[in-house]
């Protein structure tokens, strides 16, 4: 698209006639004038008085024109500086089948759950670059980090139990995400690892996991998923359980305070989205997403322009001056 930077200087434009119509007209000396026989047919003189003015015109203009600095804009380019990069590690070990949730008022399990909550807070970090691990009996990097938010919130639904086994290697996801960030230039590195168990697979422990933690710039929030408490039918009738033994919210709350971040508990769906609001509170969604819009300056055409008609009046008045002198009649 063809625009102007500084439209506004073409407001100038006027500007010598306006000078011109304002400033007192000198008076006019007497004219000598040549016998006819030294006369060229030439145009009268209102003529000849107008084309006098066409190339200071036309020089004028151009030299306005490169002045407001003409340039031709391409398509914008999404830009976004600060926007935080997140890094989801999901389990996908089988007790995240565990059916103790509600969703829609229905039962369903952790990992249902888990799917659509984390879905829509995917999709509405706009401005934001977000990836997925997904682990079990090990980590893997299922979606790497990316700005399409509607393919990782996709990804994330799909993503079932046995993917990646049936354990649960969290040390292991943990060092994933803090290894895929060694080489990411964000200043804003974070991580949320929803888990609903303890380290039971995988080769780096409890200990080395916190240790990683605490000596990398990665913020991680741990989220505990899984209700306190759940009615199964036995032999002798109804009894309560917990369901939630095998989470390990002592070292899900030290991975987050050793990191910068915060361990969250969640009980149920509506805990879960309380959750992300706060994490949406706690990391603000970047603000609205910035353009870069590549451009390529045209000003040097006009400008180019202008002096060559510059150069071409006066090659044009120092022919007339030579004219004059030669036409002159002798003493």
Same mark, same amino acid.
């Given at each position: 698209?063809?625009?102007?930077?500084?439209?506004?200087?073409?407001?100038? &434009?006027? +500007? =010598?006639?306006?000078?011109?119509? /304002? !400033?007192?007209?000198?008076?006019?000396?007497?004219? $000598? *004038?040549?016998?006819?026989?030294?006369?060229?047919?030439?145009?009268?003189?209102?003529?000849?008085?107008?084309?006098? &003015?066409? +190339? =200071?015109?036309?020089?004028?203009? /151009? !030299?306005?024109?490169?002045?407001?600095?003409?340039? $031709? *804009?391409?398509?914008?380019?999404?830009?976004?500086?600060?926007?935080?990069?997140?890094?989801?590690?999901?389990?996908?070990?089988?007790?995240?089948?565990?059916?103790?949730?509600? !969703?829609?008022?229905?039962?369903?399990?952790?990992?249902?759950?888990?799917?659509?909550?984390?879905?829509?807070?995917?999709?509405?970090?706009?401005?934001?670059?977000?990836?997925?691990?997904?682990?079990?009996?090990?980590?893997?990097?299922?979606?790497?980090?990316?700005?399409?938010?509607?393919?990782?919130?996709?990804?994330?639904?799909?993503?079932?139990?046995?993917?990646?086994?049936?354990?649960?290697?969290?040390?292991?996801?943990?060092?994933?995400?803090?290894?895929?960030?060694?080489?990411?230039?964000?200043?804003?590195?974070?991580?949320?690892?929803?888990?609903?168990?303890?380290?039971?697979?995988?080769?780096?422990?409890?200990?080395?996991?916190?240790?990683?933690?605490?000596?990398?710039?990665?913020?991680?929030?741990?989220?505990?998923?899984?209700?306190?408490?759940?009615?199964?039918?036995?032999?002798?009738?109804?009894?309560?359980?917990?369901?939630?033994?095998?989470?390990?919210?002592?070292?899900?709350?030290?991975?987050?305070?050793?990191?910068?971040?915060?361990?969250?508990?969640?009980?149920?769906?509506?805990?879960?989205?309380?959750?992300?609001?706060?994490?949406?509170?706690?990391?603000?969604?970047?603000?609205?997403?910035?353009?870069?819009?590549?451009?390529?300056?045209?000003?040097?055409?006009?400008?180019?322009?202008?002096?060559?008609?510059?150069?071409?009046?006066?090659?044009?008045?120092?022919?007339?001056?030579?004219?004059?002198?030669?036409?002159?009649?002798?003493?």
């Amino acid at each position: 698209m063809f625009t102007f930077a500084l439209p506004w200087i073409l407001a100038l &434009w006027p +500007l =010598p006639f306006i000078v011109r119509k /304002l !400033l007192p007209r000198s008076p006019q000396a007497a004219l $000598w *004038l040549p016998q006819q026989d030294y006369l060229v047919p030439t145009a009268s003189s209102g003529q000849k008085r107008r084309w006098s &003015w066409l +190339l =200071p015109i036309l020089i004028w203009s /151009l !030299l306005i024109s490169a002045a407001a600095q003409p340039r $031709w *804009l391409d398509e914008p380019i999404p830009l976004n500086p600060e926007a935080r990069e997140i890094m989801i590690a999901l389990d996908l070990s089988g007790s995240m089948e565990m059916d103790d949730m509600t !969703l829609n008022g229905r039962r369903a399990t952790r990992l249902e759950a888990a799917h659509k909550i984390l879905a829509d807070f995917i999709r509405r970090r706009s401005g934001d670059r977000i990836g997925l691990i997904v682990y079990a009996d090990d980590a893997y990097v299922y979606v790497p980090i990316t700005s399409d938010l509607n393919t990782v919130a996709t990804l994330a639904e799909e993503a079932s139990i046995g993917l990646a086994g049936q354990r649960t290697a969290l040390g292991d996801a943990i060092g994933l995400a803090i290894k895929y960030f060694e080489d990411r230039p964000s200043d804003n590195k974070v991580v949320l690892m929803l888990t609903d168990g303890m380290i039971n697979a995988g080769v780096i422990d409890a200990n080395a996991a916190i240790h990683l933690a605490a000596n990398h710039d990665v913020k991680i929030h741990t989220i505990g998923i899984g209700s306190d408490e759940m009615v199964v039918q036995g032999l002798f009738g109804e009894r309560r359980i917990n369901p939630s033994t095998d989470l390990d919210e002592q070292f899900l709350t030290t991975i987050a305070q050793v990191s910068g971040g915060r361990y969250f508990r969640g009980r149920s769906t509506e805990e879960m989205e309380e959750i992300y609001q706060i994490i949406d509170e706690i990391e603000p969604i970047a603000a609205a997403e910035q353009y870069f819009r590549p451009f390529q300056s045209l000003a040097a055409f006009p400008l180019a322009a202008a002096l060559f008609f510059a150069f071409l009046q006066l090659l044009l008045g120092l022919r007339l001056g030579s004219l004059r002198t030669v036409r002159r009649p002798y003493d």
